[in-house]
């Protein structure tokens, strides 16, 4: 039984005079940051600019040329910094160049999504949310691009992950389903540590903190 003292448990992430550079070229650099729930954050930037970069490396995908990256786990007034290798545990990521099991069936991905990550709804709630009743069964290399790209998102933001990372959320959706996205993100704002990487203002227009990577360069 849960005690109903207990607080809730906050987790927030510190980017420290943080870098990355490939070869001889800096993608970035020189960026401090605090990310948390009640700040959600834009990183801005033209096409080729680093980004994905930058969000993947505050994920711990790739590795920093420079600086560091805490994530912190709050409980009360208990603050305790979490290993890298559990960051993961905290993680929902969604991006075009991110990947689903094209063999599985809409329902089969979702149930195999919830053995490694808890979802905040019910399976059956998440197919009614996409609209996409009429297509549980179908295997998912026969989606649209705009189809897998939704899926990709409510993996993302149906996660019970405390930590949300969206890179280019609408890329591949019409205007109807884009109007879908900006509805169920609001269901997570200031709940979840929201980080989203885009070049168009109306994918990130509610966020409180913009990074325009474009001023991160030597």
């Known amino acids: 039984m849960t005690n109903s003292l207990q607080k809730e448990t906050t987790i927030s992430i510190s980017a420290q005079n943080i870098g990355k550079r490939f070869e001889r070229e800096w993608i970035f650099r020189k ?5 948390c729930s009640t700040n959600p954050t834009a990183i801005v930037g033209s096409n080729g600019s680093g980004k994905s970069t930058l969000i993947k490396t505050l994920i711990g995908y790739l590795p920093l040329s420079e600086g560091k990256i805490l994530y912190f786990d709050t409980q ?3 603050k305790k910094s979490v290993l890298k290798e559990n960051w993961q545990n905290y993680i929902a990521w969604a991006a075009p160049y991110t ?3 094209e063999e599985f069936t809409l329902l089969e991905q979702l149930k195999f999504h919830q053995a ?3 979802f905040d709804i019910e399976v059956e709630e998440i197919i009614e949310k996409l609209d996409f009743s009429n297509t549980k069964s179908k295997t998912i290399r026969f989606f649209s691009s705009g189809m897998k790209q939704k899926l990709k998102l409510a993996l993302a933001i149906y996660s019970d992950a405390k930590i ?3 890179d280019e959320p609408t890329s591949n959706l019409d205007k109807q389903n884009s109007e879908w996205y900006l509805q169920e993100i609001n269901t997570i704002l200031n709940k979840k540590v929201l980080i ?3 070049n168009q203002e109306s994918e990130y227009h509610f966020c409180s903190q913009i990074i325009d990577i ?4 030597p």
């Open 76 to 78: 009360s007034d208990k």
């Open 99 to 101: 990947e689903l099991i």
């Open 164 to 166: 949300v990372f969206l």
């Open 196 to 198: 989203i990487a885009s």
């Open 116 to 118: 490694f990550k808890s």
């Open 214 to 217: 474009q001023n991160l360069k």
């Open 31 to 35: 960026l401090s940051c605090d990310f």
